[in-house]
């Protein structure tokens, strides 16, 4: 399962957001999207879990839980384009 985690602290790590998430299974893949001038993180990124299950459970536990000093928003996430974009 593909998860985006939102209001990351723009100091988290991929390898920090992987730690907190391999507390519930096994983690693919960490990507936290950096702004392509800046190179600084944007405060989101994404985690992608193999079994459904353990990412269901770090997502109902790690939502509304702090990392890094920030509160993070944590869900499932939407397919590339995702349907709720509005032109």
């Known amino acids: ?3 985006f985690v939102a209001k990351l602290n723009y100091a988290t ?6 730690q907190a998430f391999e507390e519930f299974g ?3 893949s ?16 994404f985690v992608e879990m193999p079994d459904d299950n353990e990412a269901q459970e770090a997502i109902s536990s790690l939502n509304d ?7 993070i928003v944590v869900k499932k ?11």
């Open 1 to 3: 399962m593909n998860i």
């Open 30 to 45: 960490t990507k936290i999207v950096m702004d392509r001038e800046t190179n600084r993180s944007k405060g989101f990124g």
């Open 13 to 18: 790590s991929e390898d920090a957001l992987r």
């Open 26 to 28: 096994t983690v693919d």
């Open 77 to 87: 996430a939407n397919p590339k384009g995702g349907s709720n974009r509005k032109f």
């Open 65 to 71: 839980s702090e990392l890094d000093g920030r509160t």
